[in-house]
C-alpha cells in the first residue's frame, strides 16, 4: 500500500549531497540505503519543475520517497511504501 505525503522534511546530506538521515515523527532515522534516484524537469517554458527524487529505505524498515526542489533547495516528502 502505497501513502501519499506532503510537507517540507528536515534532510541531513552528506558528501556529494546525497541524503544520510531525515526527521521522522518527531526523531531522525538513518537512511540504510538509496534504492533509486531520477531527475524531473519539465515546463521550463512556464514555471519550470526542477526536482531530484530519492527513494530511501530507512533504519527500521520503512521506504519513502522524497524530492529536492532545486530551485530553492527544499526537501519534501512525497510517499510512503508498506
Known sequence: MTEFLGGAVE?????????????FDGSWRELVDIALTWRVETDWWRAPVRRDYVRCLLSGGECVDIYRDLEDG???WTRRYD
Not at 11 to 23: E, I, S
Open 11 to 23: 534532510v541531513r546530506v552528506g558528501c556529494q549531497a546525497a541524503p544520510t538521515a531525515l526527521r
Open 74 to 76: 527544499t526537501w519534501y
